[in-house]
Nanobody, 128 residues
Framework: QVQLVESGGGSVQAGGSLRLSCAAS????????MGWFRQVPGKEREGVAS??????????YYVDSVKGRFTISQDNAENTMYLQMNSLKPEDTAMYYC???????????????????WGQGTQVTVSS
């Protein structure tokens, strides 16, 4: 059974940094896509970054708005996925969710509807 638990959210000023963590159980790295999504009230959940690491290779994807500022990574030994967020902007304010699913089920890694396993979310607030 897949369980995902996010942590690391908080409040920062614009230009600051945060690192989100997603502790995963029941996930076999190399066979699962994992991703970070965010949502603000009244809007659809948006794919931020996703990662797939088959056979030692790494395939990260990012939404254009975070390229060059956010970095997704995995620590297989710790069964944890991270999202390092630098140069944060007020528009990055959202609830951030960790998601995972078998690679065979994922065609579009940044599309939230592709994923069946979700964490409870962690709030990120960026003030100007």
């Amino acid at each position: 059974q897949v369980q995902l638990v996010e942590s690391g959210g908080g409040s920062v000023q614009a230009g600051g940094s945060l690192r989100l963590s997603c502790a995963a159980s029941g996930v076999t790295y190399g066979f699962y896509w994992m991703g970070w999504f965010r949502q603000v009230p009244g809007k659809e959940r948006e794919g931020v970054a996703s990662i797939y690491t088959p056979g030692g290779s790494t395939y990260p994807y990012y939404v254009d708005s975070v390229k060059g500022r956010f970095t997704i990574s995995q620590d297989n030994a710790e069964n944890t996925m991270y999202l390092q967020m630098n140069s944060l902007k007020p528009e990055d304010t959202a609830m951030y969710y960790c998601a995972a699913d078998r690679a065979s089920r994922i065609r579009f890694p940044l599309m939230s509807s592709q994923y069946n396993y979700w964490g409870q979310g962690t709030q990120v607030t960026v003030s100007s």
